[in-house]
């Protein structure tokens, strides 16, 4: 069992910076692959980032490579999504997520049902 909690968000202005945080507790993180999706109002829950268990692999949705960046830290049980260059776009509740399925694909993290566990949600909103 892995419980997720995540922080960080807030409001920013466009072209500002976040570090949005998921705290986990449960034995089992440090073998899980982590991942962190989005969700804008009227719109379905999408991928954002996502990071294998050692941290050696990671995988990006295409709207936001370059500007965010995904990391764990597995001695604090936590991962991270560093997030730049924010735009009116980014506006979402990000939320947290953790698998404890083998990744045989890469493109596995990019899938909803690949994880088991999800946080409540940090909600971030950037303004133009």
């Known amino acids: 069992q892995v419980q997720l909690v995540e922080s960080g968000g807030g409001l920013v202005q466009a072209g500002g910076s976040l570090r949005l945080s998921c705290a986990a507790s449960?034995?089992?993180?440090?073998?899980?692959?982590m991942g962190w999706f989005r969700q804008a109002p009227g719109k379905e829950r999408d991928f954002v980032a996502a990071?294998?268990?050692?941290?050696?692999?990671?995988y990006y949705a295409d709207s936001v490579k370059g500007r965010f960046s995904i990391s764990r830290d597995n001695r604090k049980n936590a991962v991270y999504l560093q997030l730049n260059s924010l735009n009116s776009e980014d506006t979402a509740v990000y939320y947290c997520?953790?698998?404890?399925?083998?990744?045989?694909?890469?493109?596995?993290?990019?899938?909803?049902?690949?994880?088991?566990?999800w946080g409540q949600g940090t909600q971030v909103t950037v303004s133009s």
């Open positions: 449960g034995r089992t993180f440090s073998n899980s692959a």
């Open positions: 997520a953790a698998s404890r399925q083998r990744i045989e694909l890469v493109q596995q993290l990019a899938i909803e049902d690949f994880y088991d566990y």
């Open positions: 990071i294998s268990w050692t941290g050696t692999t990671t």
